[in-house]
């Protein structure tokens, strides 16, 4: 509750601790620090400082709570993913910041999970994809030289309106049809490789008259 924000509902759960309970004295305590910091808000630099203690001193999830009980919750993701909770902090980011830090903390995840020693790109790509980041997954796809996915993701991210092309894109999209349109080819896929080919750009024009004097070739 108090990860969430909900200090009142966290006070009570707090208070109604069993006094025969070990933790019953420290609930305690901590619902009178909830309900003072939620009456006052004062002493932050303090609860900060108890918070960055307790973490370097092994108590974690307890310097967490403090954090988002004064409303830290992008330093609480931050220190968290630092101690390799990378799961908990995105938990605790897409139920408490807004869309701009959330991202700040998927990226610097992405970064994790796509590091040599990790490498888990495949898992990178479903992050971006919960954050909608929709080109950054095609780009993904494409150094992972899965072209086929790339390709039919970019298309339908088009045909569903979350992507558009630009001048700013274009690159990139003419790329990833160029290879689908070799990969098609190498399947003996003419048709679906001609329309590839017609929306890679001018390399793609080329791949065509490649692709058309190969095919007539053949029926030679």
């Not at 303090?46 to 203690?53: E, G, Q, S």
């Not at 609480?76 to 700040?104: D, V």
């Not at 020693?117 to 790509?125: F, G, Q």
Request: glycine content about 4%; aromatic content about 10%.
């Amino acid at each position: 509750m108090i990860f969430l924000g909900q200090g009142d509902r966290a006070v009570h759960m707090l208070l109604d601790t069993d006094a025969d309970s070990h933790s019953y004295y420290a609930d305690c305590l901590r619902a009178c620090l909830v309900a003072t910091i939620r009456s006052s808000g004062a002493s932050q630099s303090t609860i900060k400082l108890v918070a960055t203690n307790l973490i370097a001193n092994g108590k974690l999830l307890e310097g967490v709570e403090l954090l988002c009980l004064i409303d830290k919750s992008l330093d609480a993701c931050r220190y968290l993913q630092s101690y390799g909770k990378w799961n908990l902090a995105a938990w605790l980011a897409k139920c408490t910041l807004e869309y701009r830090e959330c991202l700040e903390v998927f990226r610097r995840w992405v970064e994790h999970l796509c590091s040599p020693t990790v490498n888990l790109k495949s898992k990178a790509v479903l992050v971006l994809l919960s954050m909608g980041q929709f080109l950054k997954v095609i780009e993904m796809l494409y150094s992972m030289r899965y072209f086929s996915r790339a390709a039919v993701f970019a298309e339908a991210c088009i045909e569903f309106g979350v992507l558009t092309e630009s001048d700013e894109n274009q690159a990139l999209l003419n790329a990833v049809y160029l290879e689908y349109a070799r990969y098609l080819s190498n399947l003996d896929n003419k048709i679906a490789a001609v329309h590839y080919c017609g929306k890679a750009g001018e390399k793609g024009q080329q791949l065509q008259r490649e692709l058309d004097i190969v095919f007539d070739s053949e029926k030679q």
